[in-house]
C-alpha cells in the first residue's frame, strides 16, 4: 500500500517568510508525528496528533512554528517568520494506533537563505 | 534528559563479515526499541523493532536487548555494501504519545 507523502520534497525560502509542510500518513493510521533532522541535533521530536485529541506539542522548537490535522489525516507544519537555523529535513511519521512501529515519510528539506 | 548513545563510527568492515552496532539509553522504562537504517539524503526505515529482552531474528538481522543493562545492539550478517547506510537507533520511553528518541546514527560502511 502507499507509504507516508510529504510535499514539497524542497523548499527554499528567505528569512522572514512564512511555510507550509504537509504530510498525508498511512491509510487508517491515526497516530501522526512530526520530526526535524538536522546536522547538529540529530532527529528531534516536535509533534504528536492521536484522532481527536489535543496533540502533544511539547517538542515545538519556538511559537513561530504550528501544525494542525484536518479531518484525522492530512496535516500541515507552518513555520512562520523562517530563520536560518530553521534550514532541516521535516520528517512525518505514522502509526496504527495499537501498534508501536513508526514509518516516515520522504521528508521535505527546508533550506532557509 | 532521555539519551540514546550510539558508538559513534563510523564502523567498517568486509563484505561478508558481520557488522555489530550498539546503543545504550537512559530511561530505565523504556518499553520498546527500534533500529532504522536511512541511506544518504533518505529518510529513515524502519527495519527492527523489539520488546522484549533476547534475541529477534529477521534474515540477516538480529536485534538484542537486554534491559537490565539499558543496552540493545544490532548484528548485521554477511554484510553486503547494500547495507552501507546510517543506522539510527529509536527508543520509546512510554508514555501516551509513544514518541521515539533517537540515537545520532552510526554510519555503516560495507568493502567490496
Known amino acids: 500500500g502507499a507509504g507516508v507523502s510529504q510535499s514539497p520534497s524542497n523548499k527554499v525560502t528567505e528569512k522572514g517568510k512564512d511555510v507550509e509542510l504537509r504530510c498525508d500518513p498511512i491509510s487508517g493510521h491515526t497516530a501522526l508525528y512530526w520530526y526535524r533532522q538536522s546536522l547538529g541535533q540529530g532527529l528531534e521530536f516536535l509533534i504528536y496528533?492521536?484522532?481527536?485529541?489535543?496533540?502533544?506539542k511539547s517538542g515545538l522548537p519556538s511559537d513561530r512554528f504550528s501544525a494542525e490535522r484536518t479531518g484525522g489525516s492530512v496535516s500541515t507544519l507552518t513555520i512562520q517568520r523562517t530563520q536560518q537555523e530553521d534550514s532541516a529535513v521535516y520528517l512525518c511519521a505514522s502509526r496504527l494506533v495499537g501498534a508501536y512501529e513508526q514509518y516516515f515519510g520522504p521528508g521535505t528539506r527546508l533550506t532557509v537563505t | 534528559q532521555k539519551e540514546v548513545e550510539q558508538n559513534s563510527g563510523p564502523l567498517s568492515v568486509p563484505e561478508g563479515a558481520i557488522a555489530s552496532l550498539n546503543c545504550t539509553y537512559s530511561d530505565r522504562g523504556s518499553q520498546s526499541f527500534f533500529w532504522y537504517r536511512q541511506y544518504s539524503g533518505k529518510s529513515p526505515e524502519l527495519i527492527m523493532s523489539i520488546y522484549s529482552n533476547g534475541d529477534k531474528e529477521d534474515g540477516r538481522f538480529t536485534a538484542q536487548l537486554n534491559k537490565a543493562s539499558q543496552y540493545v545492539s544490532l548484528l548485521i550478517r554477511d554484510s553486503q555494501p547494500s547495507d552501507s547506510a546510517t543506522y539510527l537507533c529509536a527508543v520509546n520511553s512510554g508514555g501516551s504519545n509513544y514518541k521515539l528518541t533517537f540515537g545520532k546514527g552510526t554510519l555503516l560502511t560495507v568493502n567490496p
Open positions: 496528533f492521536q484522532g481527536n485529541s489535543a496533540p502533544d
